[in-house]
């Protein structure tokens, strides 16, 4: 019986560690806005020192986000850099729930084809970590009450 109860907490804790993916920022920071590629939020401390006080954090998307050059589309991607591609950009709200669409138009190297329109969840990508904005890519800089900035490339 004790090796059956040994399985059970090991999948738990699996599944536990599985769930740790990056996402849902929009359930915990407000005031999202778009600077050229530079995503900006006031989020929550999430059991911080400063948990009550929401931080200003900022974090650049080209270190999340890339451009399929067959396809046109906006994707997931460490060092993605596209603004190389896409131009127009703007963040567009979910109507039916929390949650912000990255929407550009952009030209894919390959296929010689025109711009196209891409949207991309940021949800899907980001979340809020203690008050900092994050993707798999990069971690943001939050703005602390003295005008300085915190931040570094993971």
Known sequence: MRLGSLSF???LVLVAAATETYGNFS??????ALDNSVLSASCSGLG???EDTPAQSRLDLALCIGLDQVSG???WEIYGKYPNYC???TILNLAEEPGHLLSCSCTPLVGGRGPIQSTLNLDEGIRNEMGTL???G???SIISGDGQREGRVV
Do not use: M
Request: one cysteine or more; glycine letters at 20%; proline letters at 0%.
């Open 9 to 11: 907490w090991l999948g």
């Open 134 to 136: 994050r993707c798999e």
């Open 27 to 32: 359930l915990t920071c407000s005031g999202v």
């Open 73 to 75: 589309r906006l994707q």
């Open 48 to 50: 911080g020192a400063d």
């Open 87 to 89: 131009k127009n950009c």
């Open 138 to 140: 990069g971690i943001g």
